[in-house]
Antibody
Framework: QVQLVQSGAEVKKPGASVKVSCKPS????????LHWVRQAPGQGLEWMGR????????NYAQTFQGRVTMTRDTSINTAYMELSSLRSDDTAVYYC???????????????WGQGTMVTVSS | SYVLTQPPSVSVAPGKTATITCGGN??????VHWYQQKPGQAPVLVIY???DRPSGIPDRFSGSNSGNTATLTISRVEAGDEADYYC??????????FGTGTKVTVL
């Protein structure tokens, strides 16, 4: 069965960086987009970007351009999302989610990780 | 930017039908997906490509999409359907967009 397992909760100080990992299983990692979505406490879902695990190419939401980097390590089937220059309003749960194949932007996010809570506090 | 507007809340009695709307400019030409999120849990896909249900999702969940409104319908509502629901589309200018979310309360 498809599973996406994320790394554990993080507490960071303002200005620091955080790197969250996501390890999918149950499907071929390099065939589907891997998306990152965040949710601030009590708020809605916000798309951050996606990575093509086959090529390593990534697309980022305008809101996060310059602050987010998405990478992957195909040798261990793991994707990473690093967010820098953290602020208090980056406090949120960060999810990875399996997307569709590279031929379609329209596909749904059909499986999600359990989420990683990132708290930014001085 | 492309905006998807949902009602903040919908209340429904057990056994009745809940209707959740998702409004967007010409949303009828886009592929709409719906997610259910229960407190403290990750979202779960309940409807994809406007009307399709993933394996394991009850047929009480159905969707439609036309004009400027997409709709998620939950028939014969159960207590376990109480959750937040989000619509989502891909927009060529704005990438992936989520709706504002609707909290469904079962009375």
């Amino acid at each position: 069965q498809v599973q996406l397992v994320q790394s554990g909760a993080e507490v960071k100080k303002p200005g620091a960086s955080v790197k969250v990992s996501c390890k999918p299983s149950g499907y071929t990692f390099t065939v589907y987009f891997l998306h990152w979505v965040r949710q601030a406490p009590g708020q809605g879902l916000e798309w951050m970007g996606r990575i093509n695990p086959n090529t390593g190419g990534a697309n980022y939401a305008q809101t996060f351009q310059g602050r987010v980097t998405m990478t992957r390590d195909t040798s261990i089937n793991t994707a990473y999302m690093e967010l820098s220059s953290l602020r208090s309003d980056d406090t949120a749960v960060y999810y990875c989610a399996k997307g569709g194949t590279f031929s379609s932007n329209w596909d749904a996010f059909d499986f999600w990780g359990q989420g990683t809570m990132v708290t930014v506090s001085s | 930017s492309y905006v998807l507007t949902q009602p903040p809340s919908v209340s429904v009695a057990p056994g009745k039908t809940a209707t959740i709307t998702c409004g967007g400019n010409n949303i009828g030409i886009k592929a709409v997906h719906w997610y259910q999120q229960k407190p403290g849990q990750a979202p779960v896909l309940v409807i994809y490509y406007d009307t399709d249900r993933p394996s394991g999702i009850p047929d009480r969940f159905s969707g439609s999409n036309s004009g400027n409104t997409a709709t998620l319908t939950i028939s014969r509502v159960e207590a376990g359907d109480e959750a937040d629901y989000y619509c989502q589309v891909w927009d060529v200018s704005n990438d992936y967009v989520f709706g504002t979310g609707t909290k469904v309360t079962v009375l």
